[in-house]
T-cell receptor, first 116, second 113 residues
Framework: AQTVTQSQPEMSVQEAETVTLSCTYD???????LFWYKQPPSRQMILVIR??????QNATENRFSVNFQKAAKSFSLKISDSQLGDTAMYFC?????????????FGTGTSLTVIP | DGGITQSPKYLFRKEGQNVTLSCEQN?????MYWYRQDPGQGLRLIYY???????QKGDIAEGYSVSREKKESFPLTVTSAQKNPTAFYLC????????????FGSGTRLTVV
């Protein structure tokens, strides 16, 4: 079975600073995908960034980047130049493809507060 | 604009009643999913459907039922057998066979009164 662990229930960061959210996962699969989703107070889930496990290069989307360590099964999210709008719950997710389609597994989330 | 619409946004149910949560998408996605979100527990999969007229149970299907009569629609019924239905419910969809992640609806908050 696949599991996703986010060990930081809550974090805070000063506006314009950098913060890193941790995520580890456990799987015996070799081909999978990893995601970070953001859930602001509106509760709308928004895709932040996506990483294919077969790619060694870390994914980057503007101020958001990941540190993907496949051997360590670690997938952390770095937010640079934090903005007030980054205040949200962040979920790490693991996805694999099976005979019954895509299977997602979510972590329990990290609540991030950006302090003005 | 394409997207997923969940309705209603807030729903109140008396104990012993069944209620149905609506989820409609116009993205032409094959697969649709229902998740339950509780504080501190992340998202837990209730049911999912990869094609019309077919669906599978997720991790916490007891007390819930679904149907997939149309590609665009995947309603979730919370039955009286669900012991603790108060939660936030999220619907999602994806393109089957592609790995671009989910598109989520805006959710329904269900409260049992």
């Amino acid at each position: 079975a696949q599991t996703v662990t986010q060990s930081q229930p809550e974090m805070s960061v000063q506006e314009a600073e950098t913060v890193t959210l941790s995520c580890t996962y456990d799987t015996s699969e070799n081909n999978y995908y990893l995601f970070w989703y953001k859930q602001p107070p509106s509760r709308q889930m928004i895709l932040v960034i996506r990483q294919e496990a077969y790619k060694q290069q870390n994914a980057t989307e503007n101020r958001f980047s990941v540190n993907f360590q496949k051997a360590a099964k670690s997938f952390s999210l770095k937010i640079s130049d934090s903005q007030l709008g980054d205040t949200a719950m962040y979920f790490c997710a693991f996805m694999m493809t099976s005979n019954t389609g895509n299977q997602f597994y979510f972590g329990t989330g990290t609540s991030l507060t950006v302090i003005p | 604009d394409g997207g997923i619409t969940q309705s209603p946004k807030y729903l109140f149910r008396k104990e012993g009643q069944n209620v149905t949560l609506s989820c409609e998408q116009n993205l032409n996605h094959d697969a649709m999913y229902w998740y339950r979100q509780d504080p501190g527990q992340g998202l837990r999969l209730i049911y999912y459907s990869q094609i019309v007229n077919d669906f599978q149970k997720g991790d916490i299907a007891e007390g819930y039922s679904v149907s997939r009569e149309k590609k665009e629609s995947f309603p979730l019924t919370v039955t009286s057998a669900q012991k603790n239905p108060t939660a936030f419910y999220l619907c999602a969809s994806s393109i089957r066979g592609l790995n671009y992640g989910y598109t989520f609806g805006s959710g329904t908050r269900l409260t049992v009164v």
